[in-house]
């Protein structure tokens, strides 16, 4: 049974790394580290060492440029403290068969390093991008997703309905053109998408689709299944108390679930 080794990237305005190494923890990892992004470029931490490695929420570099935007770039020309690019450890964690979730502002990044979605295995080439909001503002508000049964991804297998909450101004799905979108759907790289509460049905509704999303794709995934980005905050429903309706007796699978099925699945090699 493989140990699960987490860490967690924090630095220059992340701000959910601590629930997110709590989800980790809660679901079984064996250790949940969060580093600073200066600590990879100084060395003192490598991706090697790890196998489950966490983009969380957040406002990386206050969102200028367009939310990751900023972040996306240092990644792909940071160098580390021996000289060599910051880029090529990710490529060869992921090589190694690292599992990469990447939470609202980290799936923001995830796109824009065009790690998400590699439709047709074309890593760190971006095709596709998060944008403001239809409402042009900031939604905050608890959403329906209804999981792709047919996608890849490890970490929505054998789930249906769940709840979480979302938090951010520029989650959109973009692409160049129709046929870009249709070739997620097609290959099945939409992992969850946005659902109507009381039908449970993939809506382009506001609020139930809080952004706009074309098909109400709220997350994606890659060819490998592997990584999963997502704008809804898993991490931040931990607890039945989490939950709005919880007083009312309300206790849906928790947000968390996602984690859980990454360790196992990480467990089980
Ligand atoms: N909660 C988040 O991670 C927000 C992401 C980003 N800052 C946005 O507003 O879109």
Known sequence: MAEVRTL???GNGTNCEKESAFAAELAGADSATVVYFSDLIAGRCRLEDYNFLIFPGGFLDGDDLGAAQAAALRWQFATTGDGTPLIDQLNAFFNAGGLILGICNGFQLLVKL???????????????????????????RWVHLKANPKSPCVFTKGLDILEMPVRHGEGKLVARDEA???????????ALQYAHPESGDVTQEYPFNPNGSPYGIAGLTDPTGRILGLMPHPEAFNHP??????????????????????????KSR
């Open 114 to 140: 065009g790690l998400l979605p590699a439709v047709g295995g074309k890593y760190f080439e971006r095709q596709v991008t998060l944008s403001h909001n239809d409402s042009a503002k900031f939604e905050d």
């Open 241 to 266: 108390t989490n939950h709005p309706g919880w007083t009312r007796g309300e206790r849906p699978t928790l947000g968390t679930i996602l984690v859980e099925n990454a360790v196992k699945y990480i």
């Open 180 to 190: 870009t979108l249709q070739g997620l759907v097609e290959n099945d790289l939409v």
């Open 8 to 10: 967690v990237i924090t």
